[in-house]
C-alpha cells in the first residue's frame, strides 16, 4: 500500500527486453533505499513494482506484458522521469490517500489552466472508470494523490498547487499525455457491496 505523496523523482536510465516482457533500471535520485530489502515494493509514476538488487543508486524491476499494456511503462522510454514512493509502514502518516499501485487505465490530460498559483488540470478517463470518480473524493495520478474538484461525465478536474508541480512528473506533461490512472479503493468496495445488496 502506498499514500500518493511522492518522496522523489527517479529516472528510467535502462529498458531491457526480457522473454517477451522488459526489465528496467530505475535510478531513485534522493530516495533512500537503505531500507528496501529485495523483493518490497516501490510505486513507479503509480505502478506497484518489486524492487529487485536495489542499492544505493537504484533498483531494477521486472514488468510484466499486462502493467506494459494498462500503464504508461509500456511507452516509457530510457530517460523519462518517474515519481516514486516506497511502501506504507503502519508507522507512516497517511498523508495522502491508501493507494493500491494497481493501475486501472489510462486518462489524457485534457486541459492545464491557470488558477492563481495553482494550476487546474483537466482529465478524460475511459467511460467504465467514470462511475468511481466523485467531487471531492480521491484519485490517483501517475501516483499523486488528488482530489477532484468537479466531474462531468468522463472527464473530471483537479487542482495542483505549486508544490506538486514542483516535486512530481506533472511538470513535464502537457495536454494530449497519457497518464496512469487509479481510482479510489473504497468506491470499488462500496460498489461490490451494493451489488451483493441487490442481488439478495
Not at 535502462?14 to 523483493?39: F, K, M, N, Q, W
Not at 542499492?55 to 530517460?79: I, K, R
Amino acid at each position: 500500500m502506498f499514500t500518493g505523496i511522492i518522496q522523489a523523482l527517479g529516472r528510467i536510465i535502462r529498458i531491457e527486453p526480457r522473454g517477451g516482457d522488459v526489465r528496467l533500471h530505475i535510478e531513485t535520485g534522493s530516495l533512500d533505499l537503505s531500507d528496501v530489502a529485495p523483493g518490497d515494493s516501490i510505486a513507479v509514476s503509480g505502478v506497484c513494482l518489486t524492487a529487485l538488487e536495489p542499492s544505493v543508486q537504484g533498483f531494477f524491476a521486472d514488468v510484466s506484458n499486462e502493467t506494459l499494456g494498462l500503464t504508461t511503462l509500456g511507452d516509457a522510454a530510457e530517460g523519462d522521469v518517474v515519481n516514486l514512493e516506497k511502501a506504507l509502514r503502519l508507522a507512516d502518516r497517511l498523508g495522502g490517500h491508501l493507494v493500491t499501485g494497481h493501475v486501472d487505465g489510462l486518462a489524457e490530460v485534457t486541459a492545464i489552466e491557470i488558477d492563481a498559483r495553482s494550476q487546474r488540470w483537466c482529465f478524460r478517463v475511459p467511460s467504465g472508470l467514470s462511475r468511481y470518480i466523485a467531487r471531492k473524493g480521491s484519485v490517483c495520478i501517475d501516483g499523486v494523490s488528488l482530489t477532484v474538484n468537479a466531474v462531468d461525465g468522463d472527464e473530471f478536474e483537479v487542482n495542483l498547487i505549486p508544490h506538486t508541480q514542483q516535486v512530481t512528473t506533472f511538470s513535464q506533461r502537457q495536454v494530449g499525455d497519457a497518464v496512469n490512472i487509479e481510482v479510489d479503493l473504497m468506491a470499488r468496495y462500496a460498489e461490490r457491496l451494493f451489488e451483493k445488496e441487490t442481488q439478495a
